[in-house]
């Protein structure tokens, strides 16, 4: 198992992806410490405990750094440990860049680039003192290429692209690795709730899948396959890399 005895904390563990990816962590020997700010949560954490794995769920904030003192303390009270963080908990925000309020930009820079900051900050200290880890952030292709309308979005996910370079730097001599993960688009309720706010879902559901060379939209265990990849041995010469999972759409 690729996982075996980690201890493990994954956000955004209530759905999509981070669903996901917490019952493959699971399946993969993982101790699992999963936080949303959804309660839901604590069914991924029942579901991941039913496989065999240990799991504890906390109902958290992301964006707020009491939040993560707290899941620190869980993890580590819990398995003495904290050997991987998987920073997958974001918001998605379509908008016309006019229409972008200062409320909306900051909500999506602090969900989805501060909480990657609070995160980090709170579990290198962590992580020096058991002598490495890893932490796999989670970007989007439109960290990397930009997107109409995702202005706030696109900011974010690059600061995110971004900050997974510089903490790779600056930790590396100290066993910590940090990678970045860029999904496409991947078929969650963050996708499904895009989809049926547009004017026709049925055809922008179509642009979707026709602007991706593979011509379909992507499965939240195709993201988590890379997300354990990432923060297992088997990419341990990886570092301040970024992995895009797209079906080709930014090549
Ligand atoms: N689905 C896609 O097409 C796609 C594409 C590129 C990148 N991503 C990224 O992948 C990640 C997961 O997205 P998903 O598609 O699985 O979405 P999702 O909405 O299914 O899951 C996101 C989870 O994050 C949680 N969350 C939101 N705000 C939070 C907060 N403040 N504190 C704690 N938890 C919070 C939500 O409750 C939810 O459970 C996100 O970072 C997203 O930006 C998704």
Do not use: H
């Not at 959804?38 to 496989?51: C, H, L, S, W, Y």
């Not at 820079?109 to 002598?131: A, F, H, N, T, W």
């Not at 995702?150 to 995110?160: F, I, L, N, R, T």
């Not at 060379?213 to 923060?231: H, S, T, V, Y």
Request: with cysteine; charged share 25%; net charge negative.
């Amino acid at each position: 198992m690729k996982l075996e005895g980690k201890s493990v904390l994954i956000t955004g563990a209530a759905s999509g992806i981070g669903r996901a990816a917490s019952l493959l962590f699971a399946d993969e020997g993982a101790k699992l410490t999963l936080l949303d700010i959804d309660g839901e949560v604590e069914n991924t954490a029942k579901q991941a405990r039913e496989r065999g794995a240990d799991a504890v769920s906390l109902k958290a904030d992301v964006s707020k750094s009491g939040d993560w003192e707290k899941a620190v303390k869980l993890a580590v009270g819990k398995y003495r440990r904290l050997d991987v963080l998987y920073n997958d908990a974001g918001i998605g925000m379509y908008r016309p860049f006019l229409e972008t309020t200062e409320e909306d930009w900051d909500r999506v820079l602090d969900i989805d680039l501060k909480s990657v900051y609070l995160g980090c900050r709170s579990v290198i200290p962590e992580m020096l003192k058991q002598g490495g880890g890893v932490i796999v952030n989670t970007a989007s292709e439109i960290g990397i290429s930009g997107a109409r309308n995702y202005a706030a979005y696109c900011a974010a996910k690059g600061g995110v692209v971004q900050i997974t370079r510089a903490l790779a730097l600056e930790f590396g001599d100290k066993n910590i690795r940090v990678n970045c993960l860029c999904p496409g688009v991947t078929l969650t309720p963050m996708l499904e709730l895009g989809i049926s706010r547009a004017q026709d879902p049925a055809a922008r559901r179509r642009y979707l899948e026709e602007e991706v060379p593979l011509k379909r939209i992507g499965k939240p265990e195709e993201i988590a396959n890379g997300a354990l990849f990432l923060a297992s041995d088997d990419s341990s010469f990886m570092n301040g890399a970024t992995l895009v999972i797209d079906g080709g759409a930014t090549a």
